[in-house]
């Protein structure tokens, strides 16, 4: 092995997910991914990049598997392969600013609010397509008080292809709080519009740091699999396979649920003599906490006494209360709490008297008012699975969100088409590549022809039997010393094992194998 021998890619065997490589041992290493690597742009396939062009006040993306178009008011794609159009746009009645960003493969809509004078009464997008289906994620689900709702939809070519991935809305705050406030949306055969639900308490809490970001986000057509489908690609076929091996990338679902937008929640203590205590309890993102005790005399007699109520939270007096009542009457002392003493106990005091110390009886109360932040419950990528000519290799029980599994040997991988079934389970989204290394089989050289190089050297080529079957071309014909008719072996022009002699030949111009090959 040449340890100073550098990789090179080998242009000409490019596919759509393919790329090959000539390692530093002389194997090549073919890699292919479930996403793009390339677009065809009539001549050949060129490499997919996120690199803009600027056109006044639009952004255009042309090294894409679609034209991409941001302008200031919408976002506009169109299919190269598959024939489909989508145009994104989006309505709002407030104050703050619009805008479109593309992030690799990731295109966001943008609403920011720079302070709660920026909330909308309303934010909707509205998506229209043309040669495409809508397919609702039923695995990854929004839950709601009352309801269950995709968190994800699907927009498909008729190749099955995902041309574009709805994600949920999410808002977005400045210190890295995250609120799915869940949506509305209504499909028909050429339109999505979409209703952003606003979270009125969320976005006006004295725990929110502004600027908040609103962010619905799309994914445009690199995510080709869903839950299963059927990959192919050709491999050489004068070529000994040395390795194979397959990989998985895994998006988790994500079930976001949520509690019902508003929730309250009592707790009374026990009912005692003198003094009573309760807990707040813990919740993620309490607005308002109250506590109120209320106490009365007990016994028998007609004379007023006086009743004193106490109220604690956090061992600190917060609020009280004295009133002079006729035994039976209640005497309430209340206040508001910050959202601070989310599950601190809570405790009251009593005490009452007339000259004789009768007993007291009180209660004390605890009242939440809250919007808990929604959570996630993550289903894994699991079930990992590649079918190539009924021989199925299994990948790991699951793999972890946006993270890529070890490598398994591929089984059943070979020359010629090679068909991937491919399938998974417990996720909406999740990718694989594979790479296998090889040799060349090359010809068996008969001879060599010198030539005569101008920088003084003399290059050795190598010349095969007509009927070699490892040959690339025999367009040109050479006539050995002892009168035994050869070929030439060329290759490509990017071949590391090329010449310096070019030949023109029906398939373009090719160049002479060296000997030192």
């Excluded at 292919?32 to 490499?47: A, C, E």
């Excluded at 946006?402 to 070979?414: A, D, E, M, P, V």
């Excluded at 035994?484 to 072996?489: F, P, T």
Aim: glycine residues 8%.
């Amino acid at each position: 092995m040449d340890a100073h021998r550098p990789v090179i890619e080998l242009v000409h065997l490019r596919q759509e997910n393919s790329k090959t490589f000539r390692l530093r041992d002389g194997r090549l290493r073919t890699v292919v991914s479930s996403r793009p690597l390339h677009y065809w742009d009539g001549r050949g396939w060129k490499d997919v990049r996120y690199e803009p062009l600027l056109r006044e006040d639009n952004i255009f993306y042309p090294h894409l598997p679609h034209w991409l178009l941001i302008d200031t008011n919408s976002v506009y794609i169109e299919g190269k392969k598959d024939r489909y159009t989508i145009r994104i746009t989006t309505d709002t009645d407030g104050p703050g600013r619009i805008e479109y960003r593309q992030q690799e493969d990731r295109t966001k809509t943008l609403y920011t609010m720079s302070s709660r004078a920026d909330i909308p009464t309303y934010l909707r997008c509205s998506v229209r397509f043309t040669g495409l289906t809508v397919v609702e994620d039923a695995q990854n689900v929004h839950i709601s008080a009352d309801k269950e709702t995709p968190a994800r939809l699907y927009l498909i070519t008729p190749g099955g292809n995902v041309a574009l991935s709805i994600e949920q809305p999410l808002f977005l705050d400045s210190a890295g709080a995250v609120m799915y406030p869940g949506w509305e949306y209504t499909v028909t055969e050429d339109s999505i519009d979409i209703s952003v639900i606003i979270p009125d308490i969320w976005l006006n809490s004295d725990d929110r740091v502004y600027p908040i970001i609103l962010d619905p986000t799309y994914d445009s057509g690199m995510i080709n699999i869903t839950n299963q489908g059927t990959y192919s690609h050709t491999t050489p076929n004068n070529i000994t396979i040395t390795t194979a091996k397959c990989r998985w990338y895994g998006k988790s679902t994500f079930k976001t649920v949520t509690p019902s937008p508003y929730e309250t929640s009592t707790w009374n203590a026990a009912q005692g003599t003198g003094s009573a205590s309760t807990s707040f309890p813990s919740v993620s993102n309490p607005t308002r906490c109250y506590l109120s005790a209320s106490g009365y005399a007990t016994g028998t007699g007609q004379n007023p006494v006086t009743v004193s109520i106490r109220g604690f939270a956090a061992g600190s007096q917060v609020a009280s209360n004295s009133n002079s009542v006729m035994r039976g009457q209640d005497v309430y002392a209340q206040t508001t709490l910050s959202s601070s003493y989310a599950g601190k106990s809570a405790a009251a005091q009593g005490s009452c008297s007339d000259g004789t110390t009768p007993a007291v009886t009180i209660y004390v109360e605890t009242y939440y008012m809250y919007q808990p932040a929604p959570y996630q419950v993550e289903t894994k990528t699991t079930n990992c699975a590649v079918s190539i000519f009924g021989t199925v290799t299994t990948g790991p029980s699951s793999v972890n969100n946006k993270t890529w599994s070890s490598w398994y040997t591929l089984n059943g991988f070979r020359v010629g088409l090679n068909t991937m079934t491919f399938s998974i389970g417990g996720s909406g989204q999740a990718g694989f590549e594979f790479y296998y290394d090889y040799t060349i089989n090359k010809p068996i050289p008969i001879g060599y022809v010198r030539v005569a190089l101008p920088n003084g050297t003399v290059q050795e080529l190598v010349v095969a039997a007509p009927n070699d079957p490892n040959l690339e071309n025999t367009y040109v014909r050479v006539y050995m010393p002892w009168m035994a008719i050869g070929v030439a072996d060329l290759v490509q022009l990017d071949d590391p094992e090329r010449s310096n002699v070019r030949i023109m030949t029906p398939a373009g111009i090719r160049a002479w194998r060296k000997k030192s090959s």
